[in-house]
């Protein structure tokens, strides 16, 4: 018997022992409490931070259904359909409507190797298969159960989920220590860099505008039949859609690149919304969305967290386009800043480029491990490389 002949073809329905099934089901939310998992923050394999939460004493009469436990997995089921995550804390949670959460038969299932399997082209297939809906796709309860799925033997599962979450781990370390390390830079900025007294400033300090200090170049869209997801050309990025806080993920690229931000520069999004910031890992095209900022002396540290200093005031930003905000170059330029003296900008550079140096090293790491996982993931799943 080969390797991939030993795996077994399931009903969802056999081989899971609960599911949680919330749908259809809002609950009163509040600004603390215990936080509510939605659909919103299921991503990637992740369970990201909860940004909304129930009151502690609405919990029990609310979770009637079941009660979510360590290792459960969590599958979006609408808007968007498929996205998957799993529970990796013992501390209670609430479950909003638009997921279902899994649990695996014990000595069947490995909850682990579940998500993993969840994640798989074939198995997103399969779900979308038994979706139903035109402008927005989902899956009933009903339907899900019903979809098969191939699993080996517990052992290789075991082995599987093993091999894969060694990369999330190491994944999410890298994530931690960056937050960590950011956190660090912007309380040496808040400290070194901003003044004690706005209207009476240390001496060799000086109110200057951006335009002062800064590069400012704004981002103009090439032709879009250049565009192409096939690596040709440079790499191009159109607005926030592309990028997260730190560093874009590459999207497309384009034959015919207009306006060039370099590595190292930031990039700041100008419309819809502004003020979402990131950092160019490399040369590339922008287009009229963002704009490629860098400081004429070189300070660029100083100059990502002189734009996160003025968050605020981009999100209040009533902007100048009639349907959505936007700043344009005049008025970006003409923000105020203080100006710490050459000392202090020297000595904060000196400290914090180097910080920002081991979190560009440790993100670059997280692409190149998120890449190798997904590679090795589908040829896990379909028996492709026996372990």
Aim: net charge positive.
């Amino acid at each position: 018997m080969s390797y991939r002949e030993e795996w077994k073809e399931y009903i969802l329905t056999d081989v899971i022992d609960t599911f949680l099934d919330y749908r259809g089901k809002t609950p009163k939310k509040t600004k603390s409490g215990i936080p509510l998992i939605t659909a919103k923050v299921v991503k990637n394999g992740r369970i990201l931070e909860a940004k909304e939460f129930i009151a502690i004493d609405n919990y029990i009469p609310w979770m009637r259904r079941g009660l979510p436990k360590y290792g459960d997995v969590v599958l979006t089921v609408e808007a968007p359909l498929g996205q998957v995550g799993q529970i990796l804390t013992y501390d209670k949670i609430a479950l909003s409507q638009r997921i279902i959460t899994l649990r695996g038969k014990e000595n069947i299932v490995n909850n682990t190797f579940l998500k993993y399997s969840l994640q798989d082209r074939e198995m997103q297939n399969r779900l979308k298969a038994r979706a139903t809906g035109t402008t927005v796709i989902g899956i009933k309860s009903s339907e899900l159960k019903k979809i098969n799925i191939p699993l080996p033997l517990l052992e290789t599962q075991n082995r599987i989920a093993s091999i894969l979450s060694a990369f999330d781990e190491k994944i999410e370390v890298n994530r931690q220590m960056n937050a960590t390390l950011e956190a660090m830079a912007q309380a040496m900025f808040r400290e070194m860099c901003l003044p004690k007294d706005e209207k009476n400033l240390e001496e060799g300090w000086e109110w200057r505008t951006l335009k002062d200090d800064f590069k400012l170049n704004m981002g103009q869209s090439p032709k879009g039949s250049t565009y192409n997801e096939d690596g040709e050309g440079m790499i191009f990025f159109q607005g926030k859609r592309d990028f997260g806080k730190r560093f874009p993920t590459i999207r497309v690229y384009t034959t015919e690149p207009k306006r060039i931000a370099e590595t190292g520069d930031c990039l700041l999004s100008v419309r819809a919304p502004v003020g979402t910031l990131n950092i160019a890992l490399e040369k590339c095209c922008i287009g009229r969305g963002l704009a490629a900022i860098s400081h004429k002396k070189g300070y660029n540290s100083f100059c990502f967290y002189t734009l996160q200093n003025f968050e605020q005031q981009f999100i209040s930003y009533d902007g100048e386009g009639t349907v959505f905000g936007s700043i344009n170059k005049r008025t970006l330029g003409n923000l105020k800043y203080a100006k710490p003296s050459d000392k202090v900008l020297k000595a904060f550079e000196a400290l914090v480029k180097p910080i920002d140096e081991q979190i560009r090293n440790q993100t670059l790491e997280n692409q190149n491990l998120v890449k190798t996982r997904d590679l090795l993931l589908p040829k896990l799943m379909n028996g492709e490389i026996e372990v």
